[in-house]
């Protein structure tokens, strides 16, 4: 018993000679202790979130081959590749120096191209803020793919990435969002609210997307001679559901991510971004049900997204009831949109000008009617003047971009190619080398678009124009 109590003598003051050495803890290096764990929580949000933004390429390709031709997949999944790989470089040298970096005048930034900016130990954030930033504008420049879908020469699309990424993109992102790093943008000064980029996003590639449909003109035999619309069907209804579930899952990181910050509030922007997803999903069934007489499933699927990209701008600074009437209301707008632009005879294929541009204007109004700070005729001339400034920069700089390119290098395929199908003609392969290559057409006077259509008993599958790859 003695010796117990020697050891536990020696000990207890061997450990007061080690506390001794140690300073007592202050209430400023609790908070310093505090604030790098939070700092570290922030990085780690911000990354996570990132990598399901960039998972949303991978739905993106999925619902873009699944509203077109089998003969066209191989085609689909290079262009959302090197859209994605080329508009990483260009973002890197480019693009994020004149969306982020210093300026005196609010129209673009001059500093922190190439990465410049990181200096090291103690500027990491900017590795973090870029990588988040990249995969935005990588969201941007593929919304265009599936509008140009089916006829659009590989080099004239690689050309169209380099450009929007590097320089149409960045420049009216740093009128919306240059202050979250070094810049400062005109439009926000405004007091312009567009959280996570129904507009800075979305409707700069919709209305990119809307720029590149009008050059190139629609798809062979889309529209007949007496002026009839033929609905030309994707071949994968599963695949462009597959597509849509990954974006839902995606736009988990687009909305909640854009806080950058790990906090309670991206419980509500959770919740709002799924509540507006639903509410539009439910009322473009019920429109196209009642509009074509069956519950749709391309406009269906396209009003899930609608309404995604309705709620992107307000995700967080609306009531979960408001991103409900948002995700509604869009569900509503992207079927009478496709429908519009069917008319008009403007070829989309999968209903991107609908529903990231036209959608995109809707919920980046809506950010402003529904604000949780009160309805003001101001902050709805805001959110105008940025819907506004939008299509007028990004509109006809992609249309000349698009013409250029058309001179340049050429931006539609042969007739020849085209009805061949571009996996061959462009790519020297077939998506699917174990089945033969059909189509079926779809009953007469539908127009639902976005690559899926009704068919009737009476109605027999055709072949292709040509049925090899």
Same mark, same amino acid.
């Given at each position: 018993?003695?010796?117990?109590?020697?050891?536990?003598? $020696?000990?207890?003051?061997?450990?007061?000679?080690?506390?001794?050495?140690?300073?007592?803890?202050?209430?400023?290096?609790?908070?310093?202790?505090?604030?790098?764990?939070?700092?570290?929580?922030?990085?780690?949000?911000?990354?996570?979130?990132?990598?399901?933004?960039?998972?949303?390429?991978?739905?993106?390709?999925?619902?873009?081959?699944?509203?077109?031709?089998?003969?066209?997949?191989?085609?689909?999944?290079?262009?959302?590749?090197?859209?994605?790989?080329?508009?990483?470089?260009?973002?890197?040298?480019?693009?994020?120096?004149?969306?982020?970096?210093?300026?005196?005048?609010?129209?673009?930034?001059?500093?922190?191209?190439?990465?410049?900016?990181?200096?090291?130990?103690?500027?990491?954030?900017?590795?973090?803020?870029?990588?988040?930033?990249?995969?935005?504008?990588?969201?941007?420049?593929?919304?265009?793919?599936?509008?140009?879908?089916?006829?659009?020469?590989?080099?004239?699309?690689?050309?169209?990435?380099?450009?929007?990424?590097?320089?149409?993109?960045?420049? $009216?992102?740093?009128?919306?969002?240059?202050?979250?790093?070094?810049?400062?943008?005109?439009?926000?000064?405004?007091?312009?609210?567009? $959280?996570?980029?129904?507009?800075?996003?979305?409707?700069?590639?919709?209305?990119?997307?809307?720029?590149?449909?009008?050059?190139?003109?629609?798809?062979?035999?889309?529209?007949?001679?007496?002026?009839?619309?033929?609905?030309?069907?994707?071949?994968?209804?599963?695949?462009?559901?597959?597509?849509?579930?990954?974006?839902?899952?995606?736009?988990?990181?687009?909305?909640?991510?854009?806080?950058?910050?790990?906090?309670?509030?991206?419980?509500?922007?959770?919740?709002?971004?799924?509540?507006?997803?639903?509410?539009?999903?439910?009322?473009?069934?019920?429109?196209?049900?009642?509009?074509?007489?069956?519950?749709?499933?391309?406009?269906?699927?396209?009003?899930?997204?609608?309404?995604?990209?309705?709620?992107?701008?307000?995700?967080?600074?609306?009531?979960?009831?408001?991103?409900?009437?948002?995700?509604?209301?869009?569900?509503?707008?992207?079927?009478?949109?496709?429908?519009?632009?069917?008319?008009?005879?403007?070829?989309?294929?999968?209903?991107?000008?609908?529903?990231?541009?036209?959608?995109?204007?809707?919920?980046?109004?809506?950010?402003?009617?529904?604000?949780?700070?009160?309805?003001?005729?101001?902050?709805?001339?805001?959110?105008?003047?940025?819907?506004?400034?939008?299509?007028?920069?990004?509109?006809?700089?992609?249309?000349?971009?698009?013409?250029?390119?058309?001179?340049?290098?050429?931006?539609?395929?042969?007739?020849?190619?085209?009805?061949?199908?571009?996996?061959?003609?462009?790519?020297?392969?077939?998506?699917?080398?174990?089945?033969?290559?059909?189509?079926?057409?779809?009953?007469?006077?539908?127009?639902?678009?976005?690559?899926?259509?009704?068919?009737?008993?009476?109605?027999?599958?055709?072949?292709?124009?040509?049925?090899?790859?």
């Amino acid at each position: 018993m003695k010796r117990l109590l020697t050891m536990l003598i $020696f000990l207890l003051v061997s450990a007061s000679f080690c506390w001794a050495g140690d300073e007592p803890p202050t209430a400023l290096s609790n908070k310093e202790a505090i604030d790098l764990v939070q700092t570290h929580a922030n990085f780690l949000w911000t990354l996570v979130a990132a990598a399901l933004v960039f998972f949303m390429q991978a739905g993106f390709a999925l619902v873009e081959t699944g509203f077109t031709r089998a003969k066209n997949a191989i085609n689909i999944i290079m262009k959302n590749l090197m859209d994605f790989s080329i508009g990483t470089i260009a973002f890197w040298a480019i693009g994020f120096g004149l969306m982020f970096g210093a300026t005196s005048t609010g129209w673009f930034g001059t500093t922190g191209f190439f990465l410049s900016d990181f200096m090291g130990e103690g500027t990491e954030w900017i590795l973090a803020f870029w990588m988040f930033q990249v995969v935005f504008c990588a969201t941007a420049a593929t919304i265009v793919s599936g509008a140009m879908a089916e006829r659009t020469k590989f080099v004239g699309y690689l050309c169209y990435s380099v450009v929007l990424s590097a320089i149409i993109y960045p420049i $009216f992102g740093s009128w919306a969002w240059g202050s979250l790093l070094n810049g400062e943008g005109w439009l926000e000064g405004l007091g312009f609210i567009d $959280f996570a980029g129904s507009t800075v996003v979305h409707s700069v590639g919709g209305w990119a997307a809307l720029a590149g449909a009008m050059v190139l003109g629609p798809r062979i035999g889309k529209y007949t001679k007496d002026g009839r619309i033929r609905p030309i069907l994707g071949h994968n209804m599963p695949l462009a559901a597959l597509g849509v579930f990954i974006l839902w899952l995606g736009w988990f990181g687009f909305n909640p991510g854009s806080t950058t910050t790990a906090d309670k509030s991206i419980a509500m922007i959770f919740v709002n971004t799924n509540l507006a997803a639903a509410a539009g999903a439910i009322l473009a069934l019920a429109m196209s049900w009642m509009k074509f007489g069956k519950p749709e499933v391309g406009m269906s699927l396209n009003g899930a997204l609608a309404g995604l990209v309705g709620i992107t701008a307000g995700c967080a600074n609306v009531t979960p009831g408001s991103a409900i009437i948002i995700g509604a209301v869009a569900g509503v707008v992207v079927v009478y949109s496709v429908v519009f632009f069917d008319k008009i005879k403007i070829d989309d294929p999968v209903g991107a000008i609908s529903v990231h541009g036209v959608c995109g204007a809707w919920g980046t109004l809506a950010a402003g009617i529904f604000d949780m700070g009160g309805l003001s005729l101001k902050v709805i001339g805001v959110q105008l003047v940025g819907i506004g400034a939008c299509f007028l920069w990004v509109f006809p700089m992609a249309f000349l971009m698009f013409k250029l390119i058309d001179v340049v290098v050429g931006l539609r395929v042969s007739p020849e190619e085209e009805l061949e199908g571009l996996d061959w003609t462009e790519h020297g392969g077939t998506a699917y080398p174990d089945f033969e290559v059909s189509s079926y057409t779809a009953s007469p006077g539908f127009s639902g678009g976005s690559g899926s259509g009704k068919r009737s008993p009476a109605i027999k599958p055709v072949p292709e124009m040509s049925t090899s790859n």
